[in-house]
């Protein structure tokens, strides 16, 4: 346990917000992050559905100290936001709401922390560099996993999705990040020699999605999946990968490191600034996710979003 030289309530409180959010593996990772900072914060699982985010907000006291968000919310929270990180302005997406008070009112401010999260799990899987990159789906956590793939330096993200009119914002999501972004159905991915050359496949789809034609057998082979769902596990596109002998890695690692970004932004209200002790509170929350979130059960912060 480390000491905490900040200026910190000695409680607070904190939850991550969603539907369904009964099997989160947040409480998990939150909670062994402030035991190791030696806080006496609370961190729950608050079923919050589509539609009833203001009615919670509205009920919050001075013992709140922040919010995790994953499906429905992370964009229906954007109208009650004060502020917002330039990662969260430019993909649309907030996971991470930091409330404080100022000039004696309270404010939010918004955080995407699961670009930074994503970059972290790839180059612990030792990938720091990716040209082309070719990205499966474009729901609510695309736009994180293309801002990802520009930051690893990739010039050019092949998208491909069952709904074509759904991935116009990568576009412009693109252009703004001097990505080149080509979209594709999937019944037309089959003879592309570009994902076949890809560096990098990111899924961002639902564990149990069927893709309705199979990738190419090279691109299985050759290039590396970063699958952002791990419930069910392996996912429909992961097995598919694993036939072909291609190297796979789950959302596990991204759920790691976007929680303790989360932490920083809670600690220490700044997610560049890093934690006292932030290798032993790291190690913590790699333990308890090691030790109680075994691989089958559900957690709708990533298993159930993409």
Excluded at 64 to 71: D, K, N
Excluded at 162 to 172: T, V
Excluded at 251 to 274: C, K, N, S, Y
Aim: net charge negative; proline share 6%.
């Amino acid at each position: 346990m480390v000491s905490l030289t900040l200026n910190l309530a000695p409680s607070h409180r904190l939850a991550v917000l969603g539907s369904p959010i009964k099997h989160s593996r947040s409480p998990l990772l939150h909670r062994a992050a402030y035991r190791q900072l030696g806080l006496d914060w609370t961190y729950d699982a608050v079923e919050v559905k589509a539609g009833s985010l203001a009615m919670f907000l509205s009920t919050m006291g001075p013992e709140w100290r922040g919010l995790s968000l994953t499906m429905p919310l992370k964009h229906e929270v954007l109208p009650f936001i004060d502020d917002c990180d330039r990662v969260a302005q430019l993909t649309g997406s907030v996971n991470t709401v930091l409330l404080r008070r100022v000039a004696g009112r309270g404010t939010l401010t918004g955080y995407n922390t699961d670009v930074a999260g994503l970059v972290r799990a790839l180059a612990e899987a030792g990938i720091t560099r990716a040209k082309h990159v070719t990205l499966l789906g474009a729901g609510a956590t695309a736009a994180s996993a293309l801002m990802a793939a520009a930051e690893l330096g990739a010039e050019f993200v092949s998208v491909l999705v069952r709904d074509l009119p759904k991935a116009e914002p990568l576009i412009e999501l693109g252009r703004s990040l001097g990505v080149v972004v080509d979209v594709n159905d999937f019944s037309g991915s089959s003879g592309s020699s570009r994902g076949v050359e890809s560096d990098l496949v990111i899924s961002t789809l639902p564990g149990g999605t069927v893709l309705p034609t199979a990738l190419p057998l090279a691109l299985r082979e050759r290039t590396t999946l970063f699958d952002v769902a791990y419930s069910p596990w392996p996912s429909a596109v992961a097995a598919s990968w694993e036939s072909a002998g291609g190297t796979v890695l789950n959302g596990l690692g991204m759920l790691l490191h976007q929680a303790l970004i989360q932490v920083r932004v809670f600690v220490t209200a700044d997610p560049f600034e890093p934690l006292p002790g932030e290798s032993d509170v790291l190690a913590a929350m790699r333990g308890a996710l090691t030790r109680e979130a075994a691989p089958g059960d559900a957690d709708s912060h990533d298993a159930v979003e993409r």
